[in-house]
């Protein structure tokens, strides 16, 4: 049972744009939901996180938003470059357990 | 500081035979996970150690499947027999913390192909 979900396998978005990634989870005892980026022959590095109990946390060109409610989340890169073209991974763990659930990935170019 | 090594890098095997990969963690981190990806599927959670205890091995696809971290230092997962349903790309992570929302640093992964 796949409990983190990105239902967009691509994205395709031009340099300068907004890249929106989504991501959609089933279960309400998550705590802590990260976004990992990978490129092509490496392993996922770690990009930005965010708590249950936050809204919205922002580093740089990097936004996640959480909504609850919904149970979904968003990555927004603004601007967003040809280096951030990678796949990207919604990740979602609990408070006192770190072991993580991902989804599929979304496959992110940005085309200069 | 040395990141997440693994080893090795490719694998091809035949169905039925044995292949043992291997984790190196950042020095000092307790945490030691393993993973696995499917191609084009997500990152699938097969277990979980601290030190050289199981901390959670609620992901391990069946007992083909044994993994080890003896010393609490590297570890090791043996895939004994393999099958066809076996491949795919096994990623190591290592992080220093158990709480929740920690960073867990990732290996290049050992991809591994049974024919």
């Known amino acids: 049972d796949q409990q983190v979900k990105q239902n967009s396998p691509s994205l395709s978005v031009q340099e300068g744009r907004i890249s929106i990634l989504n991501c959609d989870y089933t279960?309400?005892?998550?705590?802590?939901f990260l976004w990992y980026k990978k490129y092509p022959a490496e392993g996922p590095t770690f990009l930005i996180s965010?708590?249950?109990?936050?809204d919205k946390n922002e580093d740089g060109r990097f936004t996640v938003f959480l909504n609850k409610s919904a149970k979904h989340l968003s990555l927004h890169i603004v601007p967003s470059q040809p280096g951030d073209s990678a796949v990207y991974f919604c990740?979602?763990?609990?408070?006192?357990?770190?072991?993580?659930?991902f989804g599929a990935g979304t496959r992110l170019t940005v085309k200069p | 500081e040395a990141g997440v090594t693994q080893f090795p890098s490719h694998s091809v095997i035949e169905k039925g035979q044995t292949v043992t990969l291997r984790c190196d963690p950042i020095?000092?981190?307790?945490?030691l996970y393993w993973y696995r990806r499917v191609m084009g599927k997500e990152i699938k959670f097969l277990l979980h150690?601290?030190?050289?205890?199981?901390?959670?091995e609620s992901g391990m696809p069946n007992n083909r499947f044994l993994a080890e971290r003896t010393g609490g230092t590297y570890s090791t997962l043996k895939v004994q027999p393999a099958e066809l349903e076996d491949s795919g790309v096994y990623f190591c992570a290592s992080s220093q913390g158990l709480a929740g929302g920690q960073e867990q640093f990732f290996g290049p992964g050992t991809r591994l192909t049974v024919l």
């Open positions: 020095s000092g981190h307790d945490n």
């Open positions: 279960n309400s005892m998550f705590d802590y």
């Open positions: 990740a979602a763990s609990g408070i006192n357990n770190n072991d993580m659930r």
């Open positions: 150690f601290v030190k050289e205890s199981k901390q959670d």
């Open positions: 965010i708590s249950s109990i936050k």
